[in-house]
């Protein structure tokens, strides 16, 4: 919202060559965007010289221009939110898990990620317990354990971009066996392997501009994070 108003009881002082008058409707102008503090900027109360009142009227305009900029999506909105935990010890765990018990006690210890159903302080819920996600892991517990045990899986890459190729392979064994009717990890892998990524792809890969639509490795890619770090 952006209001522009006139207050005929707020004075202004308008001097000229031969004197300086008085006269009401001293401007200001209102903006208010949700989630931001409201900006009210007010003219000044002495403005002596044509030159201060076209640099007030250049000042309106250009706030004007911003917000309409603004609610139009034409300026980006800067937010800063507090992230979420990253559960480290959850997937630390299902990592170690060689049987469907441990996967499930994993499950059942996440407070974030793998919860698919939300209490609000009112009494209310949201309860997605419908979706694969993340139900799919603790009922094909036992096919997440059996995938784990494939020579595809980088069990052994101690190197900081094994974990990366870690979760990359589950998240493909997960998304074959969250499907109406899951596939066998082995084809799961191979069918996501073998994907072509189009231009409009924005798996996490393509997001980061890493191969295979990509030239930079990933292990160029760690290497680059943490210059920037």
Not at 12 to 30: A, C, L, M, N
Request: aromatic share 10%.
């Amino acid at each position: 919202m952006l209001i522009k108003a006139s207050q005929d009881q707020q004075k202004i002082y308008v001097g000229s060559k031969d004197e300086t008058r008085e006269q009401g409707g001293r401007e200001t102008i209102s903006t208010i965007i949700p989630g931001e503090t409201p900006q009210i900027v007010l003219q000044p109360k002495i403005i002596e010289s044509p030159q201060e009142m076209k640099d007030w009227r250049e000042r309106v305009k250009s706030r004007e221009e911003k917000f309409q900029r603004r609610v139009m999506g034409d300026d980006p909105r800067v937010e800063t939110v507090p992230a979420f935990p990253a559960e480290r010890h959850i997937w630390e765990a299902l990592k170690r898990a060689r049987n469907p018990a441990q996967v499930r006690t994993a499950y059942n210890l996440s407070n974030i990620w793998l919860k698919s159903r939300l209490e609000f302080p009112s009494g209310g819920y949201f309860d997605w317990s419908w979706s694969p996600y993340p139900r799919a892991l603790y009922e094909h517990a036992a096919e997440f354990c059996l995938a784990k045990l494939d020579s595809r899986y980088p069990v052994r890459d101690n190197r900081e971009s094994g974990d990366y190729r870690r979760v990359e392979y589950l998240a493909r064994v997960m998304a074959g066996l969250s499907l109406p009717k899951p596939i066998r990890p082995s084809y799961s892998i191979e069918l996501f392997r073998k994907m072509k990524h189009s231009d409009k792809c924005n798996c996490w890969r393509c997001a980061n501009k890493i191969a295979p639509r990509f030239p930079r490795s990933l292990a160029r890619y760690l290497i680059e994070r943490h210059r920037c770090n």
